[in-house]
């Protein structure tokens, strides 16, 4: 044991009680519950945390001032971009579809954490998918629509909101699963270039579910949201809320009336439940009477047939539960119902898809969880596809026909893209080249570090094997895994609330060792010594501790707190030191604990830090007593280092973006090198944080980067996102020219729009020089800067003070 770690546990005794030594309990048979994925809601647990909304402009600012910090330099950059390592033909989850009614061929997809992406081969074929970038932070898209005779124009709604609250990405509360919005962008020129319709930037916790373009007169346009329903009558220049009622996240129209609108209301924190039509274009609306149903908090599905399309159909669900089918014959004045197969079954509040054959109206097709199909129109015929059968994926989100031949589906999935060409009887994927997983975590082989394993949203983890070949192994929501230092044919993975599974062939077969556990988060983490693959840590409410390489497992109760664990790190060169975070407890606090003694006992580290929930730890390669946290929220600094096991905290995250951190990492060759992902990217610094870089790639407008993996054989960093895969890049950088010339000490952003605000601003300083972002100074003075504003061109600027350095975005010219 080294000396400062011998110093500190002596310090830690004087100034601090331990927790009393545990009671150890091996867990034979861990806690189970009926519907164990009714996973526990931690309401509060959004990324606003410790706040109930989204800060104005949140996502819309954090976007804008990443984009102005400095990159590699071009040379460096343009020889050194991020390698893709895939998984291609595994895709993440989509959620929306639409196709040209000109060119069928061309279709495009709505993705979760990928943006906007199309095909220009019906989904067939080897890479027939490409992404498309629109210059916005637009991670969900929700809904497409296409201009009905001119298919260059086309909206696209974002943001995956399925709880009026928010969102906190799934990684603790399932039902918060998504991601925030930014409003509606819109292309007239085929998706080369976009611009704002409407500009969610001091609402980005809105979600727009569905757009729709009224045929006869493609100037007005329609959109659902969780906001209610909004109508433009300018081409989405100008838009009106029309229909004041929280999560209206579904709607339909008459193409023969298309003043005839039938939207569902329903959903998580919704503020009402039922279906509204209007027959004015939503100037007036009526609600059905079907008050045995205002209880329910799932989402409602509606389709029409095309050719009548007063002929209306609806499956009502709750939260997990499909409770009734509804059919009518003329817009829902008056209706039928039956009992439903549950097709929405535990995540009703999730899935979609409903579809009626629009040249055979006996021909329905319904997709929640699983998928259903009746072929006699009733709709209480419903038959169950075999999913494993068909080779589809689960979990639903919408289902659309080939405009030109109604026999031709598409389905957006969980697992992507996949397509029939004869109404449902028969299916094959269409994700070749549809780059869109979506990663919780990856661990890869001590040994020749070529195997990477992760878990995936939805999609079992992924296992690369050194052929470059990935399969899917394990079950479920693929979480945090481990492979054995050794033995890479041993391995663990986890499924939703800490279901744990062992491999002892390389993934072939798996052996259930924990059941899911409904206490813990939906997420929950798993981390195998660097120095003993045979120990073991994982976290519920406490820790649970393995010395066997995860074959029996006991649980510690070193945790105080009555919260569950949600990160988990280990020392890289003592096997007693470890560190674990938790989910804020009932006082409403987020809390961090260092152990030295294998978990048995801790403290808390975390008094100094800003109350924000720890998403990631990392200890310093060279010292156990320096170790790096990065925090989710707002308003606050992102990223903090301790030198001294966690009594004093430092800031670090000098003017990077005010959105939340997932991860962060250390070159474990030059520890002056740091890693950190966000909801938008990646950054890096040389100088353990004194100053950074944007070093997202250039082909992408933004990517979640939720896992860091330093590989010490390459000199490379793994990314692992949560929307377009895994990528591998250098580990070290060139700083653009200049720019180490000024301070480190850079503050939060400031956005100066005019001569007035910026005279404001500078009367709180008295000497000051201003600089380009490339370190050029072009002023000398306050007063000159002042005198010169009209010079100033819109761009980022550093302020140097004599106490620290300001980064200014002016926004005025």
């Keep these: 044991m080294n000396m400062k770690l011998i110093l500190f546990i002596t310090v830690f005794s004087l100034s601090f009680i331990f927790l009393n030594t545990c009671n150890k309990k091996e867990i034979s048979n861990p806690l189970t519950q009926t519907g164990v994925y009714k996973a526990l809601e931690f309401e509060n647990l959004k990324r606003t945390f410790p706040y109930q909304f989204f800060p104005a402009n949140l996502y819309s600012n954090a976007f804008q001032s990443m984009e102005h910090l400095p990159k590699p330099d071009l040379i460096f950059r343009n020889e050194n971009r991020w390698e893709t390592l895939g998984p291609n033909k595994i895709a993440g989850r989509c959620l929306t579809l639409a196709i040209n009614p000109v060119d069928t061929n061309q279709v495009w997809v709505g993705t979760a954490g990928a943006g906007l992406w199309k095909s220009t081969s019906g989904g067939k074929g080897p890479q027939a998918w490409t992404s498309v970038k629109t210059g916005f932070p637009a991670l969900g898209v929700t809904s497409i629509a296409i201009h009905p005779t001119d298919p260059k124009i086309l909206y696209i709604g974002t943001g995956e909101i399925y709880n009026y609250q928010g969102t906190d990405g799934g990684k603790y509360a399932r039902t918060l699963r998504g991601s925030w919005g930014i409003g509606i962008l819109k292309s007239t020129n085929g998706g080369l270039s976009w611009h704002k319709s409407l500009d969610w930037k001091k609402e980005e916790y809105h979600g727009v579910w569905r757009i729709l373009i009224d045929p006869k007169n493609p100037d007005i346009v329609y959109a659902a949201t969780t906001k209610g329903i909004l109508k433009s009558k300018d081409k989405g220049t100008n838009w009106d809320l029309i229909l004041d009622k929280k999560m209206s996240v579904e709607m339909i129209m008459n193409p023969i009336s298309p003043e005839y609108l039938t939207v569902g209301v329903g959903g998580i924190d919704a503020d009402d439940f039922g279906i509204f039509t209007s027959i004015d274009g939503g100037a007036n609306w009526s609600k059905m009477n079907l008050p045995q149903f205002d209880h329910l908090r799932g989402r409602i599905m509606l389709a029409n047939y095309q050719k009548n399309p007063q002929r209306q159909y609806a499956i009502l669900s709750d939260q997990f539960q499909t409770v009734q089918w509804l059919r009518s014959r ?4 008056n209706y039928f119902y039956s009992t439903v197969p549950d097709i929405g079954t535990y995540q009703s509040w999730y899935a979609r898809g409903l579809k009626i054959k629009d040249n055979d109206s006996s021909k329905i097709i319904a997709g929640g969880v699983d998928l259903f199909i009746d072929s006699l129109g009733n709709g209480n015929q419903f038959n169950r596809y075999t999913l494993n059968k068909i080779k589809v994926h689960a979990d639903f989100h919408d289902i659309v026909s080939n405009p030109l031949d109604p026999s031709k589906l598409y389905f957006a999935t969980d697992g992507g893209v996949f397509r029939s060409d004869d109404f449902g009887t028969s299916f094959y994927s269409c994700n070749d080249g549809l780059l869109t997983t979506q990663f ?3 661990v890869v082989d001590q040994k020749s570090e070529k195997i990477i394993l992760g878990g995936l949203q939805d999609n079992n983890c992924a296992l690369l ?6 399969k899917l192994v394990s079950i479920g929501d693929g979480a945090y895994c481990t492979i054995n230092h050794s033995d890479p044919n041993n391995m663990i993975c986890l499924a939703q609330n800490l279901n744990l599974y062992r491999s002892t062939d390389y993934g072939k077969t798996w052996i259930e060792v924990l059941k899911p556990d409904p206490l813990s988060c939906f997420i929950s983490p798993l981390k195998m010594s660097p120095l003993d693959e045979n120990l073991i840590f994982g976290g519920s409410r406490q820790l649970i501790k393995s010395v066997d390489n995860g074959k029996v497992w006991n649980s510690l109760s070193s945790n ?10 280990l020392s890289r060169r003592n096997k007693s030191v470890l560190a674990f975070s938790t989910m804020p407890d009932p006082s409403q606090t987020a809390r961090l604990f260092l152990s030295v003694d294998e978990g048995k006992t801790s403290k ?10 720890v998403n990631d730890i990392a200890f310093h390669p060279k010292s156990d007593s320096m170790m790096l946290v990065s925090l989710g929220g707002f308003g606050n600094e992102h990223l903090y280092v301790s030198q001294d096991f966690g009594i004093h905290w430092e800031a670090i995250g000098n003017g990077l973006p005010d959105v939340p951190f997932h991860t962060v990492a250390y070159n474990m060759q030059n520890p002056d090198f740091i890693f950190a992902g966000c909801d938008l990217g990646l950054f890096a610094s040389d100088n353990g944080g004194k100053t950074w870089i944007n070093y997202t ?11 860091l993996l330093y590989l010490n054989t390459e000199n490379k960093i793994l990314a692992f996102t949560h929307g377009r895969g895994v990528f591998k890049m250098n580990a070290d950088f060139r700083l653009p020219t200049g720019l180490k010339t000024i301070s480190s000490k850079v503050g939060r952003n400031e956005f100066i ?4 605000q910026l005279k404001e601003y500078l009367e709180n300083f008295t000497t000051g020089k201003m600089y380009s972002i490339d370190g050029q100074m072009i002023h000398y003075s306050i007063e000159n800067i002042y005198n010169h504003w009209d010079q100033i061109q819109n761009g980022v600027y550093f302020l140097a003070t004599s106490k620290r350095t300001i980064k200014i975005i002016v926004t005025g010219h």
């Design 330 to 333: 003329d817009g829902f004045s």
């Design 560 to 569: 105080p707190t009555s919260a569950p664990i949600n990160s988990i790190e």
């Design 753 to 756: 729009s005019n001569k007035n």
């Design 697 to 707: 790639d250039s082909d992408l407008d933004v990517v979640q980067v939720y896992d």
């Design 465 to 470: 094997d050194p052929s470059g070949i990935w």
């Design 604 to 613: 808390e580290i975390s008094n100094l830090l800003p109350n924000r929930i």
């Design 440 to 442: 919780y975590s990856g």
